[in-house]
């Protein structure tokens, strides 16, 4: 158990020895209700979950991070769900993005992803996604700036977005008789 700033975290390994649990308190712990995060982290189904409890109000949250697992896939030998760059932004989605907001991501990312992986230069997008984006974000959120790593990835999207999907509609629509 360690405290920072009258935060506690706890942390506890499942009897089975298959995962832990790490939970993170607000100051205000003491009393019901109180803000906390709980990270769920299963190491035989290679999963976790996470509860964020604020102001009275429980959100679960887990699963796909399209653009970073496609650069990881790109650029690891073996390719890991489980790595330290998707575990921290996955984390940080689930607990510092809108439901809205994700909601949009699962539209627009894989449709990103997908004319990526059309181009030539493919490898050195995302290289540069990961160097550019991916890395400054997951480096703030260790440091605690979620602000920027809030900022960086949201404006980051809305590039690639304009830059990769807005250009592939362009082209369907010059493709479209003109009616």
């Known amino acids: ?19 832990a649990k790490i939970d993170l308190y607000s100051p205000s712990a003491k009393k019901d209700p109180h803000d906390s995060i ?5 190491t035989e189904k290679k999963s976790f979950e996470t509860i964020t409890k604020i102001d009275g109000q ?14 990881m896939r790109h650029l690891q030998e073996e390719f890991d769900d489980d790595c330290h760059e ?8 689930d607990t510092f993005v ?8 699962y539209e627009i990312a894989p449709r990103i992803v997908e004319q990526i992986e059309q181009a030539d230069n ?13 890395m400054p974000c997951v480096k703030a959120i260790e440091f605690g700036d979620f602000k920027f790593a809030y900022n960086r990835y949201k404006s980051s999207i809305l ?6 999907v807005c ?7 010059t493709l479209l008789p003109n009616i």
């Open 98 to 105: 809108t439901k809205s907001e994700i909601n949009y991501y």
């Open 38 to 42: 709980h990270i769920k982290v299963d």
């Open 159 to 164: 590039c690639l977005e304009e830059e990769f």
């Open 122 to 134: 493919c490898e050195e997008i995302y290289e540069y996604i990961y160097k550019n984006i991916i």
């Open 1 to 19: 158990m360690g405290k920072k700033d009258d935060k506690e975290i706890r942390v506890k390994e499942y009897s089975s020895g298959n995962g």
């Open 58 to 71: 429980k959100e679960t949250g887990s699963g796909s991070c399209y653009l970073t697992s496609a650069c």
């Open 86 to 93: 998707l575990f921290i932004l996955r984390w940080f989605r």
């Open 167 to 173: 250009k592939e509609d362009e082209h369907v629509k």
